[in-house]
């Protein structure tokens, strides 16, 4: 059932009683699992807004009042019209509210005759003839009687409707029609709110001018790139994003790849690639990284935002022929001669807006309205001249006045006339002044040090910092001084500056006296000439390793406050005396010793991070660090041993990655009952013997490429948060049974573990589980037959194992959406993969191949190199409806089924259901 009822994607109509866009009506056993879900997914993925009923309810209680009252607050009502439907008297109640809704209240209604004829639910006949006459003969009394009647009346009535008759087609095809029927419907009934109404004037006539750049060309399928230009804060990020949601619902293939120029600065060019190409092609990690070669035959939207270098657009959107035909690629910089040197010939300039635009803009954030109230007409305008147009200082003096008196107006524009030589900062300024002491403390420290870092991982940083970040971050939101993109906190480049700027305003002529040090050249000569004072809260150093410099031993012993550090390449070779008691968060990369100094703060330590240090032992016997939440050692080449973590109970996060020498690990990681993470990846030298574990919060469990681990740990106790564990390239040997205690994992990553024979059969316990991925475990020999019960499962990865036959349960893995079986070392059969329902099921389904119903979600099939006995493929293979992906590479078919040998060239490499035949 739904929970919260949110507005509408689409907005609300002119009459305002609709909550959602679309009620479903199905038959859960027929089509929960199948069509329906596969449906539900295409609505939502559209943003069109759907009461689902999601849980497995008692059929045998009367409907509920909430079900009743979501049909009643739904524009359009989907009745998915299966062959059980009518055996179901919720679906019979659920039927004769909907047929009321349309007769009172002008509900529109579509049937879906999912399988059956609409003359047999017209005339109760067949199925629903049978499915009457049981109910009928339950009836007792007159009343139930007429119930039946009402049933009757309903189904005679919705099957006169126009509606969708699946009959022999793709359900793929299928759920396309019924797609742009409910979008043409809701979208001529619905009026779109105006792009002023959402706080985005003046944004209509850049988008219109984008179109016109993007349609103007001799052939409409031309690649074509648009680059949009301006000044820092004049909004060419808003107007990309507006165009984007204006035209993105005819792109299958997008991606807007915001912060261009931050991101390549602190992860590289390569990383920004991978975040591309991963977007587009919607998959979690790819390999390849060569866009030209993967977006080829694609036809894509692109907006690359806030690009500064020529290279990131090289290896970005290197040319024309790098896309599909019929690809807008839009770039967003500030220099418009960069869009010359790659050769973009369509640009816009975003300009100032204009005086009224400016007025409307700062009345949208001082007063939710188009318009200022009479008494602050004069200071809206006067506030608005000096401003001169810029959009993002606009905002955030509007956000900042928001709800205050007229006399605080007054008093802020006195301010800022004090300081006109300022400019534009001292708009800025006010904002910042306006906020409570420890918010400030925040927006500091988010410009100075975690800009473009993870909203939670800097969350647990700042609560050690004695701050409230959940408040504090959203009074930054609301007041328009920070933004949140994906997970990452974000803030304009003018809005940092002027962090800067204030900090730098503490102590103009000894950087030693500010509160917060993030300019290598002021470390430096800090550090250098021993400069450091009570007065600096924060450091940040990261020197290039062919930069390396050393430290005296006595370096920070001045900086008594120092609450956080973070520093890398610096040499300390006699050591070190010192650090701050009031440290919170320590990251020290390649810290050079092979133990903490004896004097290590430990009371206050929230976060220490020493990865690729030359640590042996973190620390030895007992110590308290009760407040450290996260150790993260990884590449710390001569740890040979973990510490005693009995003094660190509220440990959440430790990672070992790396860790290559690590042998042993103390048996008190069993007493962290507050550990989500635990990295152990690449730790060779680690072998367990007699661990055994019970981690009530574990959430993911990393043995990655452990080559020396034979046993995996004895699960005792309940872990059912733990959710993924990878044991990829480890030397396990079997699975333990206990495993049958994790009831909560989606993922069990065993890639290349060449060890395994076997998988153990209560795999089917793990009714959650999404992806198994068992590729390279070249002594694998079968798959267990309890495989079929694994419900959830999605992803099955069998590629390079000795698998010759597969699980006849196999075909009821319903929700299976990719299966690889490339390069299995035996023959394998294609009646083995595809084998057929009747030897599993005889009943009404008696005729159907198994790929109708159990490979019905299958979107990806990789047989490439796999020695199939048959030489063919099965012709059935066309009922695969929601089938995009097939690799058939180092195959030698005798022939290829009838449905892909029909089809055109175009309908192979992406114009058709089949998105490429490899």
């Not at 209680?61 to 055996?87: M, T």
Request: with cysteine; net charge neutral; charged share 25%.
């Amino acid at each position: 059932m739904g929970t919260e009822l949110p507005s509408s994607s689409f907005a609300s109509s002119s009459n305002t009683q609709w909550t959602y866009d679309v009620f479903l009506s199905f038959r859960g056993e027929d089509t929960r699992k199948s069509f329906t879900d596969h449906l539900y997914a295409a609505l939502d993925q559209e943003g069109i807004f759907v009461f689902r009923d999601d849980e497995e309810l008692d059929r045998g209680q009367p409907i509920s009042s909430k079900l009743l009252e979501a049909i009643q607050v739904s524009r359009i009502a989907l009745v998915v019209i299966s062959r059980n439907y009518a055996s179901s008297k919720w679906c019979l109640d659920e039927l004769t509210t909907i047929v009321e809704c349309m007769e009172d209240r002008g509900q529109i209604v579509f049937p879906i005759f999912y399988d059956v004829d609409p003359c047999e639910v017209r005339k109760q006949t067949g199925w629903f003839g049978q499915a009457f006459a049981v109910h009928e003969e339950c009836f007792k009394d007159d009343l139930e009687k007429d119930k039946a009647q009402k049933w009757r009346a309903a189904l005679t009535r919705v099957a006169n409707l126009s509606g969708f008759h699946l009959c022999d087609r793709y359900e793929s095809k299928f759920i396309q029609e019924i797609m742009g029927k409910i979008v043409n419907e809701l979208s001529g009934t619905i009026q779109q709110p105006h792009s002023d109404d959402l706080g985005l004037v003046g944004i209509d006539f850049g988008v219109e001018e984008i179109m016109k750049l993007c349609s103007a060309t001799d052939q409409g399928n031309d690649v074509v790139f648009v680059g949009i230009w301006g000044m820092g804060g004049v909004g060419k990020t808003t107007l990309a994003q507006a165009f984007y949601d204006k035209i993105s619902d005819q792109f299958r293939d997008k991606c807007f790849l915001k912060n261009v120029r931050e991101i390549s600065r602190r992860d590289s060019i390569v990383a920004l690639t991978k975040d591309l190409l991963c977007n587009v092609l919607k998959r979690m990690a790819v390999y390849d990284s060569e866009i030209r070669y993967r977006f080829r035959r694609k036809k894509v939207l692109i907006i690359l935002d806030d690009v500064d270098k020529l290279e990131q657009l090289q290896a970005l959107a290197g040319s024309k022929n790098w896309f599909g035909r019929g690809s807008r690629i839009i770039i967003t910089t500030r220099d418009k001669q960069l869009l010359i040197a790659h050769h973009v010939d369509r640009c816009f300039k975003v300009k100032e807006l204009e005086r009224d635009d400016g007025l409307k803009l700062f009345s949208w954030k001082a007063f939710k309205n188009d318009q200022p109230p009479k008494d602050y007409i004069e200071l809206s305008h006067n506030f608005v001249n000096y401003c001169k147009g810029l959009p993002l200082a606009i905002e955030v003096l509007g956000s900042f006045l928001c709800g205050r008196s007229l006399k605080e107006w007054e008093s802020a524009f006195s301010r800022i006339q004090e300081n006109l030589d300022k400019d534009i900062m001292s708009a800025l300024r006010i904002s910042f002044d306006g906020l409570h002491e420890k918010e400030k403390q925040i927006f500091l420290d988010i410009a100075c040090f975690f800009k473009g870092q993870d909203r939670d991982e800097v969350t647990i940083l700042l609560e050690g910092f004695g701050f409230d970040p959940i408040i504090g971050i959203s009074a930054l939101i609301r007041k328009s001084l920070i933004t949140i993109v994906g997970s990452k906190l974000w803030m304009h480049d003018l809005l940092q500056e002027m962090g800067w700027e204030l900090v730098r305003g503490e102590c103009h002529n000894e950087p030693g006296n500010r509160s917060r040090l993030w300019q290598p050249a002021d470390v430096l000569d800090l550090l250098k000439n021993h400069k450091g004072s009570d007065a600096i809260q924060g450091m940040v150093l990261s020197l290039p390793q062919e930069q390396k410099k050393e430290l005296k031993r006595d370096t920070l012993s001045n900086m008594k406050k120092l609450r956080y550090l973070k520093i890398s390449n610096v040499l300390l070779p006699l050591g070190l005396d010192y650090l701050s008691t009031e440290l919170r968060a320590l990251e020290w990369h390649g810290y050079p010793s092979k133990l903490l100094p004896r004097a290590f703060p430990s009371e206050k330590l929230v976060h220490l991070n020493l990865c690729g240090s030359h640590i042996k032992h973190l620390w030895k016997g007992f110590k308290c660090l009760d407040k450290l939440k996260s150790i993260d050692l990884k590449d710390s080449e001569s740890l040979i041993e973990t510490p005693d973590f009995r003094g660190v109970p509220n440990l959440e996060r430790l990672i070992l990655e790396g860790c290559t020498k690590l042998s042993k690990v103390h048996p008190s990681i069993c007493n962290l009952k507050h550990l989500r993470l635990l990295n152990m990846k690449n730790c060779e030298s680690l072998r367990i013997t007699s661990w055994d574990i019970s981690l009530e919060s574990l959430e993911i469990f990393n043995l990655s490429g452990c080559a020396r681990l034979k046993r995996f740990p004895e699960i005792v106790g309940d872990m059912k948060c733990l959710s993924k564990i990878y044991l990829d390239g480890s030397a396990v040997e079997e699975l333990p049974v206990s495993i049958e205690r994790l009831t909560g994992l989606t993922l069990l990553d065993m890639a290349h573990c060449k060890n395994i024979l076997r998988i153990p059969s209560v795999i089917s316990s793990l009714t959650r589980l999404k992806t198994v991925i068992l590729s390279g475990c070249s002594n694998l020999i079968e798959i267990p037959e309890s495989i079929g019960n694994v419900e959830c499962l999605e992803e099955l990865d069998i590629s390079g194992t000795a698998i010759r036959q597969m699980p006849r349960s196999i075909v009821y893995l319903k929700n299976l959406k990719e299966l690889s079986c490339s390069g299995c070392s035996g023959q394998v059969s294609t009646s083995l993969l595809f084998p057929c329902l009747p030897e599993l099921c005889p009943g009404p389904n008696l005729l159907l191949p198994a790929s109708l119903s159990g490979f019905s979600s299958l979107i990806s099939l990789n047989l490439n190199y796999c020695d199939l006995i048959d030489g063919a493929l099965p012709n059935h293979l066309d009922h695969m409806s929601s089938l995009v992906e097939l690799k058939l590479r180092g195959n030698n078919f005798t022939s290829i089924p009838e449905i892909i040998a029909k089809a055109s060239i175009e309908y192979k490499i992406g114009w058709g259901n089949w998105l490429y035949v490899t």
